[in-house]
């Protein structure tokens, strides 16, 4: 339920609201919503300032996924790829980017200006398996370092995953996780 929700913005509204009361009450003499106003309210803002200034957004789905997907999901989907998917598209706080441990331990960067970001996903079926696939905006590491890669990334992202690197256009990295046969 709280996945899709900024809590940033919740603390900005609650503490607005509450610092608003606490100024009103101030001004009509109430010394009891004066200090919750004060104590409670201008906290508030400033923890949802802080959140909000340190916000990562949802990445969203580049297209919607169909029943028969999600069935697959349901069967195939290996704990990794729904810890994947559940990641990131939540609101995360104190990252530069979605996806940025496992890019930094794969060497797909060597600082954080170099990071590909991570704009999209989306599910599909691939030959009667589930797959996740990420898409990746990358236009400092070109196509063959992710293929370079794609062995480490098999062994990263756990048993029963196989990865598949393509580049649908330039600077468009696709990795797609796909869920190998049982």
Same mark, same amino acid.
């Given at each position: 339920?709280?996945? #899709?929700?900024?809590?940033?913005? $919740?603390?900005?509204?609650?503490? +607005?609201?509450?610092?608003?009361? +606490?100024?009103?009450?101030?001004?009509?003499?109430?010394?009891?919503?004066?200090?919750?106003?004060?104590?409670? +309210?201008?906290?508030?803002? $400033? &923890?949802?300032?802080?959140?909000?200034? @340190?916000?990562?957004?949802?990445?969203?789905?580049?297209?919607?996924?169909?029943?028969?997907?999600?069935?697959?999901?349901? #069967?195939?989907?290996?704990?990794? #790829? @729904?810890?994947?998917?559940?990641?990131?598209?939540?609101?995360?706080?104190?990252?530069?980017?979605?996806?940025?441990?496992?890019?930094?331990?794969?060497?797909?960067?060597?600082?954080?200006?170099? =990071?590909?970001? $991570?704009? &999209? $996903?989306?599910?599909?079926?691939? @030959?009667?398996?589930?797959?996740?696939? =990420?898409?990746?905006?990358?236009?400092?590491? !070109?196509?063959?370092?992710? #293929?370079?890669?794609?062995?480490?990334?098999?062994?990263?992202? &756990? !048993? &029963?995953?196989?990865?598949?690197?393509?580049?649908?256009?330039? @600077?468009?990295?696709?990795?797609?996780?796909?869920?190998?046969?049982?």
């Amino acid at each position: 339920m709280f996945r #899709q929700v900024s809590l940033g913005m $919740l603390g900005l509204t609650i503490g +607005g609201i509450l610092t608003i009361i +606490g100024i009103a009450a101030y001004a009509n003499d109430n010394a009891t919503l004066n200090l919750i106003g004060f104590f409670y +309210g201008i906290p508030l803002v $400033l &923890g949802g300032l802080a959140l909000k200034a @340190n916000e990562l957004k949802p990445v969203p789905f580049s297209k919607a996924t169909t029943p028969q997907v999600l069935a697959l999901r349901e #069967q195939q989907a290996t704990t990794t #790829q @729904n810890k994947i998917r559940k990641d990131i598209t939540r609101y995360s706080y104190g990252q530069n980017a979605h996806f940025e441990r496992a890019l930094s331990y794969l060497s797909l960067s060597s600082s954080d200006n170099e =990071l590909p970001v $991570l704009t &999209g $996903l989306r599910e599909e079926e691939i @030959n009667e398996n589930y797959a996740l696939i =990420l898409e990746f905006d990358s236009p400092l590491i !070109p196509i063959d370092v992710w #293929q370079q890669k794609q062995e480490k990334m098999t062994n990263y992202f &756990g !048993p &029963g995953v196989k990865v598949e690197v393509t580049q649908p256009g330039e @600077n468009k990295i696709e990795l797609a996780l796909i869920t190998t046969s049982k």
